[in-house]
């Protein structure tokens, strides 16, 4: 079996996380990408957050699979003229540095597109166009200013931000589509193209049903928001707690040793079509023929109420047994699975979802495979380079000689 982007190769500038993602799954699809870091250090994250001294960071190795890594200072003389050629044999470049990196080290748009009119320049930044456009970025300044921090949270409580790296890898997935897609487009009109995705964009982008629900706003109250009918709407989308974004009323319940376990909790759908079943199964069948509850318009004004009483039903079974009893009455629910949970879960680790991979400095850990699954492009996800592990090998790939080699290295340009 062939892989999708086999023969694609990636000239990757990108470092800590949002980056990294995007050029990773192209990397898992078969990309050949290069990954340009400072001499020196390399990429930051190889030395941040680490858990083992001397050895590259989980941080660095979960987010560069499947790369080669070649060490180059795009700021010397030497540097510049191999960076070039760089330009001249990939089919895409991929960087998040802060604005203007790129042009400050003499490598314009106009100027990359002159070299090899055929690469297609991928950026991220943190805003687009506008008042911000300057500005440096990290994941949750991303959440705040995209719409996600301000919809998120308990519903007195302050803005929240969430584990998920939806500004990081968010962003990261939506630029691998938009570089897939101007590499799409070259097969017909034989050019590159810039590809620009803001941070804030993604999160927005990911945000939608929050700029639905603002403009549903002005027609009335938002129903199956936990403020109807007790509390109060002001202008803009509240904080919803745990409450489901759709129509369809949902919570987080606590089950059994919830006191000692604290992931065990459930989150439970009461969806119109399974609602008989969910009645009869916490005891409440007097619920099916009563008006006050047996029309999802009747619940509205009472789904605290509801869910309290799913949860006196909850508290008394593991989560795993909800699941077990619900599931089969197509009630939709979900347990909270824990990290640890999930990194032992079998079915992940047989679907590629969670892999284990062996490093030659730090040994097995395990990482997210490719989520994304094709039937016709394998994946096997191998471990991170070094730091510039694979210099020379490029840079005889580019044409370089053994002497120029040697002298690209006295210069300290690799
Ligand atoms: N050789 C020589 N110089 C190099 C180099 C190389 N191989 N690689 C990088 N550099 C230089 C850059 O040119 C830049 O120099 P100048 O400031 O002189 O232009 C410098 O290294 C540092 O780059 P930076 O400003 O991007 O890095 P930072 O650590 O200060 O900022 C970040 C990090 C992430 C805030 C910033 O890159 C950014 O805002 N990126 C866009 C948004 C983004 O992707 N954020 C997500 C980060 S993950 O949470």
């Not at 584990?163 to 009109?189: K, M």
């Not at 999930?342 to 730090?362: Q, W, Y």
């Amino acid at each position: 079996m062939e892989q999708a982007l086999k023969g694609i190769k990636i000239l990757d500038m990108t470092h800590v996380q949002s980056g990294p993602t995007c050029t990773q799954l192209l990397a898992w699809f078969g990309a050949d990408v290069i990954k340009v870091e400072r001499p020196g250090g390399g990429d930051a994250t190889r030395g941040q957050l680490r858990d083992l001294p001397d050895v590259d960071s989980l941080y660095f190795t979960m987010l560069n699979h499947n790369k080669r890594s070649i060490t180059l200072n795009t700021k010397s003389e030497a540097g510049k003229k191999i960076f070039s050629k760089l330009v001249a044999h990939c089919d895409a470049l991929v960087e998040n540095f802060a604005p203007g990196a790129l042009d400050r080290m003499g490598f314009s748009w106009a100027q990359i597109q002159r070299i090899n009119p055929r690469i297609v320049y991928a950026s991220i930044k943190g805003f687009g166009s506008g008042p911000y456009e300057d500005c440096k970025v990290y994941e949750n300044v991303a959440q705040c200013t995209g719409g996600s921090a301000s919809t998120t949270g308990a519903i007195d409580g302050f803005p929240m931000v969430t584990g998920a790296q939806i500004g990081d890898s968010g962003t990261g997935l939506h630029l691998a589509l938009g570089i897939v897609t101007a590499l799409y487009q070259r097969t017909f009109s034989g050019k590159g193209q810039r590809v620009e995705c803001a941070m804030q964009d993604g999160v927005l982008n990911l945000c939608r049903v929050k700029l639905r629900d603002q403009q549903r706003l002005k027609n009335g109250p938002l129903k199956e928001y936990p403020q109807f009918p007790n509390g109060q709407f002001g202008n803009a989308v509240p904080r919803a707690g745990n409450a489901s974004g759709g129509g369809q009323p949902g919570w987080i319940v606590r089950c059994k040793d919830w006191e000692n376990d604290p992931d065990s909790y459930i989150y439970v759908i009461a969806q119109e079509g399974a609602f008989p079943g969910l009645a009869n199964a916490i005891g409440h069948d007097d619920w099916l023929n009563d008006p006050e509850w047996n029309t999802p318009e009747a619940r509205l004004s009472k789904l605290d109420q509801m869910f309290s009483e799913i949860e006196k039903w909850t508290l008394t079974k593991t989560k795993f047994e909800v699941m077990d009893i619900l599931n089969p009455l197509n009630v939709p629910c979900g347990p909270i699975l824990s990290m640890e949970e999930l990194a032992n879960e079998k079915s992940l680790r047989e679907t590629g979802t969670i892999v284990e991979v062996d490093h030659p400095e730090r040994g097995k850990y395990l990482t997210v495979g490719n989520p994304i699954k094709l039937s016709d492009s394998y994946v096997d996800v191998s471990r991170s380079p070094l730091l510039g592990e694979h210099t020379d090998e490029i840079l005889l790939e580019l044409g370089l000689d053994i002497e120029e080699i040697r002298q690209a290295k006295e210069h300290g340009a690799v």
